[in-house]
Protein backbone atom coordinates (compact mmCIF):
# COMPACT_ATOMS: atom_id res chain seq x y z
CA UNK A 1 0.00 0.00 0.00
CA UNK A 2 1.46 3.50 -0.95
CA UNK A 3 0.38 6.88 1.40
CA UNK A 4 0.16 10.01 0.74
CA UNK A 5 2.25 11.74 3.64
CA UNK A 6 3.03 15.35 4.19
CA UNK A 7 6.38 16.16 2.66
CA UNK A 8 6.48 19.85 3.47
CA UNK A 9 5.36 22.94 4.67
CA UNK A 10 5.53 26.95 4.92
CA UNK A 11 3.84 27.69 7.82
CA UNK A 12 1.99 31.32 7.91
CA UNK A 13 3.15 33.37 4.96
CA UNK A 14 1.80 36.52 3.86
CA UNK A 15 0.76 37.02 0.42
CA UNK A 16 3.09 39.44 -1.31
CA UNK A 17 1.18 39.97 -4.80
CA UNK A 18 -1.42 38.32 -6.78
CA UNK A 19 -1.18 38.52 -11.06
CA UNK A 20 -4.08 37.25 -12.54
CA UNK A 21 -2.56 37.61 -15.80
CA UNK A 22 0.05 35.21 -15.86
CA UNK A 23 -0.21 31.95 -16.79
CA UNK A 24 -0.60 29.92 -13.43
CA UNK A 25 1.42 28.96 -10.44
CA UNK A 26 2.90 30.29 -7.27
CA UNK A 27 5.67 32.31 -6.58
CA UNK A 28 7.92 31.57 -4.33
CA UNK A 29 10.73 32.66 -2.85
CA UNK A 30 13.96 30.27 -3.70
CA UNK A 31 15.22 30.10 -0.17
CA UNK A 32 11.93 29.15 0.95
CA UNK A 33 11.43 26.47 -1.24
CA UNK A 34 14.98 25.09 -0.91
CA UNK A 35 14.13 25.22 3.01
CA UNK A 36 10.80 23.58 2.54
CA UNK A 37 12.78 21.20 -0.07
CA UNK A 38 10.22 22.15 -2.56
CA UNK A 39 11.62 21.76 -6.08
CA UNK A 40 10.31 23.78 -9.52
CA UNK A 41 6.67 22.08 -11.06
CA UNK A 42 6.05 20.41 -7.61
CA UNK A 43 2.46 20.60 -6.72
CA UNK A 44 1.91 22.44 -3.79
CA UNK A 45 -1.42 22.26 -1.79
CA UNK A 46 -2.39 26.46 -0.62
CA UNK A 47 -4.15 26.67 2.38
CA UNK A 48 -5.78 30.71 2.68
CA UNK A 49 -6.00 31.12 6.56
CA UNK A 50 -8.04 34.60 5.72
CA UNK A 51 -11.01 33.06 3.82
CA UNK A 52 -10.70 29.25 3.88
CA UNK A 53 -9.66 28.76 0.75
CA UNK A 54 -7.75 25.68 -0.48
CA UNK A 55 -6.36 24.85 -3.67
CA UNK A 56 -3.68 23.20 -5.55
CA UNK A 57 -1.03 24.52 -8.37
CA UNK A 58 2.68 24.21 -8.84
CA UNK A 59 5.75 26.02 -7.57
CA UNK A 60 8.07 28.47 -9.80
CA UNK A 61 10.80 30.01 -8.06
CA UNK A 62 11.55 33.41 -6.87
CA UNK A 63 14.27 35.63 -6.49
CA UNK A 64 16.25 34.77 -3.24
CA UNK A 65 15.69 36.56 -0.12
CA UNK A 66 12.91 38.71 -1.62
CA UNK A 67 9.87 37.10 0.47
CA UNK A 68 7.62 36.70 -2.95
CA UNK A 69 4.56 34.81 -2.30
CA UNK A 70 2.61 35.33 -5.52
CA UNK A 71 -0.50 33.06 -6.99
CA UNK A 72 -0.71 33.72 -10.67
CA UNK A 73 -3.75 32.87 -12.74
CA UNK A 74 -7.05 31.52 -11.93
CA UNK A 75 -5.67 31.34 -8.34
CA UNK A 76 -4.99 35.14 -7.89
CA UNK A 77 -8.48 35.24 -7.48
CA UNK A 78 -8.69 32.80 -4.38
CA UNK A 79 -6.47 35.54 -2.36
CA UNK A 80 -5.60 38.91 -1.53
CA UNK A 81 -2.02 40.39 -1.16
CA UNK A 82 -1.34 40.33 3.33
CA UNK A 83 -3.42 36.94 3.00
CA UNK A 84 -1.70 34.31 5.45
CA UNK A 85 -1.22 31.22 3.82
CA UNK A 86 0.02 27.57 4.65
CA UNK A 87 2.18 25.38 1.33
CA UNK A 88 1.65 21.94 1.87
CA UNK A 89 3.50 19.38 -0.57
CA UNK A 90 3.07 15.67 -0.01
CA UNK A 91 4.95 12.76 -0.90
CA UNK A 92 3.95 8.81 -1.67
CA UNK A 93 5.30 6.70 -0.11
CA UNK A 94 5.12 2.84 1.59
CA UNK A 95 3.60 2.71 5.29
CA UNK A 96 7.17 1.52 5.95
CA UNK A 97 9.12 4.46 4.62
CA UNK A 98 5.97 6.69 5.91
CA UNK A 99 6.87 5.43 9.74
CA UNK A 100 10.48 6.68 8.90
CA UNK A 101 10.21 9.94 7.02
CA UNK A 102 10.28 13.57 8.68
CA UNK A 103 9.10 16.49 6.95
CA UNK A 104 10.66 19.72 6.00
CA UNK A 105 9.12 22.06 8.46
CA UNK A 106 9.55 25.91 7.75
CA UNK A 107 8.19 28.86 9.74
CA UNK A 108 9.18 32.33 7.90
CA UNK A 109 9.31 35.58 9.18
CA UNK A 110 5.30 36.45 9.34
CA UNK A 111 6.29 39.95 8.47
CA UNK A 112 8.57 39.50 5.55
CA UNK A 113 8.74 36.00 4.33
CA UNK A 114 12.11 35.24 5.27
CA UNK A 115 14.05 32.56 7.24
CA UNK A 116 14.32 33.62 10.71
Do not use: C, W
Not at 21 to 39: F, V
Not at 43 to 60: D, M, P, S, W
Not at 79 to 107: N, S, W
Request: proline share 4%.
Amino acid sequence: MLLHVLKSKIHRVKVTGADLNYIGSITIDQDLMDAANIIEGEKVQIVNNNNGERLETYAIPGPRASGEITLNGAAARKVAPGDILILITYGIMTAEDAKKHRPALVFPDEKTNLLK
